[in-house]
């Protein structure tokens, strides 16, 4: 594609807000199309594009008016968590850029079925994971290239998102989201794209096996938040294909709030600092120190480019680059580093590393999605932890059931008037421009 404009169409629009005021950002781009089935967050859209001069934006309620209307040429995927797939696989069909929210698919053969799509179309595919583009992993990223640090031996991310019980029960609960919500019914291992992904993209390593376990929830814990999954954390050792395990998490109920990522090479190590996520701490063995290095040394890291942009945009400045290299890849032809490979093998790792638990944290391999006679071993698995309305979930979404005691408690909670968060969707967004959490608010 050439530099002329690139029409944008945004599905589901709370989160897809952030992304819509992010654009103002990136050169050639225009919001021309808009799909949500709440008035309220269509206003919402509505008024972030005339703030960055896309005023005359169609708004739909109807997600088959939206997807055949032809006024965009990219799709921003901000869906429910686990329905990215369908859509993403509709259109690429059709010819259309596809920019998807995590997860990318949320079954294994969802995942098979989305690279075939993604090779048979003409059309681009990116996932949106953007805690790679923090200021502190590309930092990290940028010392591991320079090669004085070796060969990666262990790696270790983690994403952790805890919620206060009234927001808990405001975006897991029956009365503010229904039944089926997907919050409800998220597997402890599933939602590890913000833990892996920079670990990826940091040393280039692709996952090759995983094994899970997880933490039960304490009974008083599960009545105090409301949940109907036991597990409280979800932890996987992940090993590469170039033979480094990682350790990663899915989604975690413990504290604090944060996120953390660490490189353990054979030469050296280079570490974000707890609790301030542009800070890097790099050190050497006091053998291996190359030459004008420092021991250990931990400083700020810097954008090497485009700050005031960056800044200017979501989840710790990655919103922005996120969204610049999947624009540039529209323009190239050429695919990002966030290909539809490594986002199924991401996903994989979440629902592979669920089986493992599932299982007495067995082995299980991940596939190479570019390999058809690997990939089509998967391709009739569609066990879902997430029920919907006539289709029960094919597989537990929580390692042991909570006791229907705790289940009945928690129901009858439920139907009183749920507590208010105290907190607009303003501060929310300033919550997740600042520490850089992706989904804060149900999309």
């Known amino acids: 594609m050439d530099n002329s404009l690139v029409r944008v169409g945004v599905f589901g629009a709370w989160r897809g807000c952030a992304y819509i005021k992010c654009l103002a950002q990136i050169d050639g781009v225009k919001v021309t199309a808009v799909c949500d089935k709440s008035e309220k967050r269509r206003n919402d859209a509505l008024a972030a594009c005339e703030k960055i001069g896309c005023g005359d934006v169609r708004m739909f309620d109807d997600y088959e008016e939206f997807i055949t209307s032809g ?30 929210e995590t997860i990318a698919a949320s079954t294994m053969a969802e995942c098979v079925a989305l690279c075939r799509a993604a090779e048979k179309s003409t059309a681009i595919y990116q996932l949106a994971e ?106 996987m050792l992940v090993e590469t294909i170039g ?94 580093f966030l290909n539809v490979y490594r986002a199924a093998a991401m996903a994989a790792v979440g629902i592979l590393g669920w089986r493992s638990v599932l299982d007495g944290s067995k082995e299980y391999t991940i596939p190479d999605f570019r390999n058809e006679a690997e990939r089509a071993e998967w391709e009739a698995d569609d066990l879902s932890p997430f029920p919907a309305e006539e289709k029960p979930n094919l597989i537990p979404y929580t390692s042991v059931p909570v006791a229907e005691d705790v289940l009945e408690y928690i129901a009858e909670k439920e139907n009183e008037t749920p507590a208010a968060t105290g907190r607009t969707e303003s501060e929310i967004e300033a919550e997740s421009k600042n520490f850089g959490e992706s989904n804060v608010v149900v999309k």
């Open 130 to 235: 953007n805690y790679p583009f923090a200021r502190g992993t590309l930092e990290m990223k940028r010392l591991y290239d320079g090669g004085t640090l070796g060969k990666v031996l262990f790696a270790e991310g983690e994403y952790v998102h805890p919620m206060s019980p009234s927001d808990t029960r405001k975006y897991t609960g029956i009365d503010g989201n229904g039944e089926y919500h997907w919050r409800r019914y998220l597997p402890a291992t599933y939602y590890c794209s913000h833990a892996l992904a920079p670990l990826m993209y940091m040393t280039g390593e692709m996952p090759k096996k995983v094994i899970g376990k997880t933490i039960l929830s304490s009974v008083e814990t599960l009545k105090k938040y409301g949940r109907i999954r036991a597990d409280a954390v979800g932890v």
């Open 243 to 336: 033979g480094a395990l990682f350790r990663v998490n899915g989604s975690s109920y413990m504290a604090p709030h944060g996120t953390w990522y660490r490189l353990s090479c054979e030469e050296g190590a280079c570490e974000t600092v707890r609790g301030q996520s542009k800070m890097v701490r790099l050190a050497y063995n006091k053998w291996s120190i190359p030459e004008g290095a420092e021991h250990d040394v931990t400083y700020e890291a810097q954008w090497a480019s485009d700050a005031e942009k960056a800044e200017a945009c979501g989840h710790g400045g990655g919103d922005y680059w996120v969204l610049r290299q999947f624009f540039d890849s529209v323009r190239s032809g050429k695919p990002g």
């Open 71 to 100: 006024l965009f040429d990219a799709l921003i995927l901000c869906n429910y968590f686990n329905e990215h797939a369908p859509v993403a696989i509709r259109a690429l069909g059709m010819g259309i850029h596809v920019f998807s």
